[in-house]
């Protein structure tokens, strides 16, 4: 018994000593640079959403997220199996001291602040912002005009750059409330403390389709809005000596056509919402 | 008719007799003394008088109306009898003047002005005019059970309780509780008293009774008790207190 | 004069216990500063102390978060306003249900029993979720729907199944003579309940409920997490645009400015009163 356990140990060094041999040979910018030899650590949410992470199950390669992690991987030089996935929260992506990650995927925004403290590659995503109502605030009257929406009674996830975004596009008359994610928002929204939210357009798409029951999305802030322009990066540890490579993999993906070609298998559904002026 | 009168009382607690089979009659004016040892029942069978603890057996008669009743409202029947404690149970978070002023006030609906000349007299004639104003623990024991006596008086009973009263004082304490005992019996009022002071119940008593183990066995005038006690109990009693 | 004279007028006692002052004093200096050295010096020299000083004490977002802090504050304040002098009445109503002797109301009794052992039972959060947003759920029209006011409620609610039990454990400690004294007085039981037992109970159980409203006054950020934008929401928000820990000790520094003098209020509040009766 115990002669097969060390043996079968030493067949579990070797398969991973050569498969590290592998990614050295494919790509040698990120060799040494991970936090495991040879093996991509990537970190999402827990749970990760539709349509970033279908079901929630990043390692299938579903979604939008999933799939440029597997995409950007490979273009450093990891196979599919040389790809483990871990979960954190936005805290814990934040906290000073060693990650257990490479990069963390979860629709971290680009900010002048927090590169201050943790570093982030070019985006891999513009994302428009959109407003999710319900069918009944409609009704009511609610247009997307600036002067409309100033009106309503606003939420958002106190974690994201909504919150800020609330402020200087819309303004609104009364306070938002501020939840800590989309369940919550969404529950407050049925219990008609709040009459819109402001999410990422295809997180809104989501909540308004799925969850939300008579959710409807009024319209979309443009992606290319020249005031805050909302960019999704891959948040790294301040320094993390692999961002030369992850942004050299992301630039050749948009300049081939790959992200472009990703975002219409998993982000198809955008058109058709009207756009606030 | 006899003020008060007790009839073959029993009361135990969990089944352990205190007093058993006790018959006692109070006139009016008298001032009645219970002695005898520490657990002899002088407390329960007070406490039974005043319905703060429900007999189980026999009856209790106030005026010849049977108080022991259970139906009763026992409320009307302790404000016509005032007991004192041994360890005077003033309110602490009250001034003596509002100790003695609140059962007058919520019973008797009196208010407080009215009230006001009446209170001042009773702690004028008790000795303690300029003590008012002042919390219970602002005052020695003899002035606490002073008040207690004035907050009993207060709602002008007809009977008086008086529970071991002198039992934690200081000795140098006890004579001015006394001289206050003696001042309410020249007034006639109706007291029954369970008492260690000896002297005080040979000297001021119209009836002593000395219990033994919740059982009166022997009552009489006081000369009749201390001078010439017929049971062994009591000679056995006598001779361990009086030395 | 047998026992003085010596040094001054002051007996040998005096000056031994003098001695014993001074020397307790001087060790207790010494020790104290030097595990304040030992902090100032040794934490910094730890290899992570750069990252974490700039992640939580970091005086650039200290500044700059702190006015809005303390603005968001001003909503903690006021909910805890409205809060505790609720939760001090519906605590008492609760603690003499549970009190009540009278068959009749056994019902209420019954009430207040279960009312207690579930609420404090029930993690505080979750009733503030599910008042919060499960009964405006039903359909209330606004205002009446507003988080502020189930939040508040959701509070109000666990907070007096605690205090109720303390006002219950003040009621079981005064001594029974204090009740048949009353009694013995002819007083109903309503009136001895209103004029002796709780005036003294309440009065007894005044640090256990300051150490309450202490908790109250932190569990109030709970009503954050149905919206309301109070002092730590608003540091979670910065905390999200600026990837920084540091609000959160700006949010604990404010709250701290506020318990640790209210602690010490009450302390020397109990202790007058102790003095003055006890």
Known sequence: MVRSRILGATGIALVLAFSAGGAYAAGDCAAGKTITDGVLTIATGNPAYFPWVIDDAPETGKGFEAAVAYEVAMRMGFDADQVAWTRTSFDQAIQPGAKDFDFNMQQYSITADREKVVDFSVPYYHAPMAVLTTQSVVDGGAAPTLSSLAGLVWGADSNTTAVPMLNELIAPAKSPLLYNDNTDVVEAMKANQIDAALFDLPTALYLGAVVLDGGVILGQFPADRSENPDRFGLLMEKGNPLKACVDDALNAMTEDGTLAGIEATWLSQNTGVPVIE | ?243 | MANSGVGGGLTRRQLFERRARRRALIIASTSSLAVVLAIVLLVPLAPGWEAVKNSFFNGEVFLRTFPTLLRAFLLDMLIFAWCAPLIAIWALVIAICRDVQSPALYPLRIFATIYTDVFRGVPVILVVYLIGFGVPGLGLPRPWNSPYIWGSLALILTYSAYVAEIYRSGIESIHASQRAAAHSLGLSGADVMRFVILPQAVRRVVPANMNMLIALQKDVALLSFIGPVEIFRQAGVYKSLLANFTPYVVAAVIFLAITVPATRFADALLARQNRARS
């Open chain 2, 1 to 243: 008719m006899a003020r008060l009168e007790l009839r073959n009382v029993a009361k135990g607690f969990g089944g352990v007799p205190v007093c058993r089979d006790i018959s006692l009659t109070v006139e009016s004016g008298d001032m009645v003394c219970l002695i005898g040892a520490s657990g002899s029942g002088k407390s329960t069978l007070l406490r039974c008088m005043n319905l703060l603890e429900p007999i189980d057996d026999g009856a209790i008669y106030l005026d010849g109306q049977d108080i022991s009743e259970p139906e009763l409202d026992p409320q009307p029947i302790r404000r016509r009898i005032g007991i004192v404690f041994q360890s005077f149970n003033l309110f602490p978070h009250m001034s003596a003047a509002e100790n003695v002023m609140l059962a007058p006030r919520r019973v008797h609906h009196r208010d407080r002005a009215s009230l006001l000349p009446e209170i001042q007299a009773l702690f004028d004639r008790f000795g303690l005019a300029d003590r008012m104003q002042h919390y219970p623990d602002q005052l020695s024991g003899g002035q606490q059970q002073r008040v207690a006596i004035i907050r009993a008086l207060a709602m002008q009973p007809e009977i008086m309780l008086f529970d071991e009263i002198t039992s934690a004082l200081d000795p140098q304490l006890v004579g001015e509780v006394l001289d206050v005992l003696r001042q309410l019996k020249s007034q006639g009022m109706t007291m029954v008293l369970a008492t260690h002071e000896m002297g005080f119940a040979r000297e001021a008593a119209d009836k002593v009774c000395f219990l033994h183990q919740g059982v009166i066995v022997e009552e009489g005038p006081p000369e009749q008790i201390f001078d010439a006690p017929e049971a062994p109990e009591t000679r056995a009693f006598l001779q361990a207190v009086v030395k």
